[in-house]
């Protein structure tokens, strides 16, 4: 044991000297406010949470779920294959289904194991995957897992991806494309027309990650696999995976993330349902928070927001720590993201917009901004 800890010892001193050591600080959001956050004891304006909708907070959702945790417990018991496939899957599942345009879907713990399940149910090796340069870090683990060959692509670049594809993708019995829609860090989108029109051209399978486009960006391109998380956009918690129903019964039988995992709650899946069911009756939600990132865009003369997610570069850790602190000075809460999360030299604050920020709090953002830069 003791050399167990002089060696993550020694690890530490190396990631504190790069500025690159992590910690846990308390954060408590109220159930009255979307944004307002208390962060290590003191209180916030929350530019750094993914609720983009304001749903977290919404009474609709939240009563769903405490009146559902009061009925039916605060467990679901077992893996929905033993006990735990409650009675809220089933229209939880079909509400995401008809959001996408697909024929089923499959509710899992989260989105990073929707992902660690669903990649290697399908690839294995011999198989190839091509992934976009910057995915989230549980699709490159995925794919790892799987044991395909992992081939990635230069960000967004078609062009590269179109050439990778006419040198390797015959290589393979099965090939599969993957991206995000949203990427969390930089907040720009996927061409997505483009990736499905070379799929068709090479024979290969499609799958997008929708975890940070739900109710924000949406998309008519057919895909063959849509994934994403229910704990963003949502407001809750949980992964989900659509396409086919002979693909979602198949995922039932080989994803082991989902074979081998208790079911989410009731009341978990009751304020899912109860969150869709606001995302698509007010679709003004998400135009807002996409509008609040453009006007901080606008007025710092950066390229228009292409989501609710604007990075601000500042290239060093420290660089970005210090911003991220001055605007903590003024009650703004940004946090400083640095490698590996992002590449080294691009370190930022990552800002993300929420439609119950108000006018007044983001023209806030918007000076303290101008100061900082």
Sequence with gaps: MAQLDEHCAAELRQLESQNLRRSLRVSARRAKSAVLIEHDGQKFVSFACNDYLGLRNHPKVTAAGTLTAAKFGAGAGASRLVTGNHPFYAPLEAQLAAMKGADAALVFGSGYLTNLGVIPALMQKGDVIFADKLVHACIIDAAQLSGARLIRFKHNDMAHLEALLKEHREESPNALIVTDHVFSMDGDVAPLEAIAALADEHDCWTMVDDAHGLGIVKSRVAIDIWMGTLSKSAGVYGGYVCGSRTLIDFLIS????????????????????????????????????????????????????????????????????????????????????????????????????????????????????????
């Excluded at 807002?288 to 990132?293: S, V």
């Excluded at 609710?308 to 060093?316: E, H, L, R």
């Excluded at 809460?333 to 691009?346: C, D, M, S």
């Design 254 to 373: 080989t994803a082991r993330s989902f074979v081998f995992s208790t079911g989410l709650p009731p009341a978990l899946c009751a304020s899912a349902i109860a969150a869709l069911e606001v995302l698509d009756r007010e679709p003004e939600r998400g135009e807002r928070a996409l509008e609040h990132a453009r006007r901080v865009t606008r007025a710092l003369g950066l390229p228009p927001a292409q989501s609710a997610i604007v990075p601000i570069m500042f290239g060093t850790p420290e660089a970005a720590l210090a911003a991220s602190e001055k605007l903590k000075q003024r009650g703004l809460l940004a946090i400083a993201i640095r490698p590996p999360t992002v590449p080294a030299g691009t370190a930022r604050l990552r800002l993300a917009f929420s439609a119950e920020h108000s006018d007044a709090q983001v023209n806030a953002l918007i000076a303290a901004l101008k100061k900082i830069l």
